[in-house]
């Protein structure tokens, strides 16, 4: 009685050497419902509703004749919404996004709280500083606290591209744009004559 031999299984030939298989199986597709991904969908949902609640807010002069402030939002809302539900229904029935060959990472490692926490503190300071320090030193400090938590290395380098970006920023949307952002006393008194 022969037992043909598992494809999967080296071999060993009669000079010792073990000979790679030729037919090996590709890796089974993850399956499953992710958390992480489900939690995804919800924040997306959230936020979705929350963009349709608040462009209801949006105040319409009485001259709008056309396409008024509140279609841009509805719209953004509304798609925000659809991609969280179409999310959804693929997260819920086991789908799960695949990685990227070219990434070094584990998709099974745990999540790094301690590197979210510092994310949501960058952001958390980002809105509480806008107003007392100015836009750009905001998110000059949200941006080197977000780099590090993504694993940037060093101090000055975060700090100095988060600056350097967060100052040309609101140059083009105050200056250019005549949006209103707090730029500070510093930034704004230097850019007085722009």
């Not at 050497?17 to 992480?36: F, L, M, N």
């Not at 949501?120 to 806008?130: D, K």
């Amino acid at each position: 009685m022969s037992v043909s031999p598992d494809p999967d299984v080296s071999t060993t030939d009669a000079t010792g050497s073990h000979a790679a298989a030729e037919h090996r199986h590709p890796p089974r597709p993850r399956t499953g419902i992710s958390r992480g991904e489900l939690a995804m969908v919800v924040l997306l949902g959230a936020l979705g509703v929350y963009l349709l609640l608040d462009a209801a807010n949006i105040a319409v002069p009485g001259s709008a004749n056309t396409i008024g402030p509140r279609f841009f939002p509805y719209l953004v809302g509304g798609v925000v919404l659809a991609t969280a539900l179409a999310l959804g229904f693929r997260v819920l029935r086991g789908d799960r996004g695949p990685s990227d060959e070219s990434e070094d990472i584990d998709p099974d490692a745990p999540t790094s709280w301690a590197n979210v926490g510092v994310v949501v503190v960058g952001f958390l300071a980002h809105a509480l500083l806008i107003n007392v320090v100015g836009w750009p030193l905001a998110v000059t400090l949200m941006f080197a606290l977000v780099a590090w938590a993504l694993g940037a290395r060093g101090v000055v380098r975060p700090l100095l591209t988060g600056g350097v970006l967060s100052v040309v920023v609101w140059l083009v949307f105050v200056k250019a744009l005549d949006v209103a952002l707090p730029g500070g006393i510093l930034l704004e008194l230097a850019t007085d004559w722009f």
